[in-house]
């Protein structure tokens, strides 16, 4: 998920774009490089207009662009919170049918779910149209 973390801040989303859809990766159409920059520039940046790379955005469907900009705020937030893999970890749970977004917080994450966390958990439910319920475990 951190795939361009050289690239300078203000540009990182497009850089991400660019560089996955011109990637020597063997197999994939160009609508299947589409989706994987969308869902990079979605990694690190909340919003895909405006950007030099809008024509290309029509190679897939509008449900493949959603699709994309959910996984990437996923992987954006995600981030945030899951640093290490040994360390006591809380869950993201999906819940499609209420739509509900079920976040488990163990204590060790508490410290780590600032406000800025929170603002990518809520893009994240705004993309998915969901209510969030957060729990911290005790």
């Given at each position: 998920?951190?795939?361009?973390?050289?690239?300078?801040p203000?540009?990182?989303?497009?850089t991400?774009?660019d560089?996955?859809?011109?990637?020597?990766?063997?197999?994939?159409?160009h609508?299947?490089?589409?989706?994987?920059?969308?869902?990079?520039?979605?990694?690190?940046?909340n919003?895909?207009?405006?950007?030099?790379f809008?024509?290309?955005?029509?190679?897939i469907?509008?449900?493949?662009?959603?699709?994309?900009?959910i996984?990437?705020?996923?992987?954006?937030?995600?981030?945030?919170?899951?640093?290490?893999?040994?360390?006591?970890?809380?869950?993201?749970?999906?819940?499609?049918?209420?739509?509900?977004l079920h976040?488990?917080l163990?204590?060790?994450?508490?410290?780590?779910?600032g406000?800025?966390?929170?603002?990518?958990?809520?893009?994240?439910?705004?993309?998915?149209?969901?209510?969030?319920?957060?729990?911290?475990?005790?």
């Amino acid at each position: 998920h951190d795939v361009s973390w050289r690239a300078h801040p203000d540009y990182r989303a497009e850089t991400c774009f660019d560089n996955a859809t011109r990637a020597n990766l063997g197999g994939l159409k160009h609508s299947e490089r589409v989706f994987l920059g969308l869902a990079l520039l979605h990694r690190y940046s909340n919003k895909r207009y405006g950007t030099r790379f809008e024509d290309l955005y029509q190679l897939i469907d509008e449900k493949s662009q959603k699709d994309a900009e959910i996984l990437g705020k996923a992987m954006r937030f995600g981030s945030m919170l899951w640093m290490t893999k040994d360390a006591e970890r809380g869950t993201l749970r999906w819940f499609p049918k209420k739509k509900l977004l079920h976040l488990r917080l163990t204590p060790e994450m508490v410290p780590l779910f600032g406000e800025v966390a929170e603002a990518r958990l809520m893009s994240l439910a705004s993309s998915l149209d969901a209510q969030v319920e957060i729990k911290n475990l005790r």
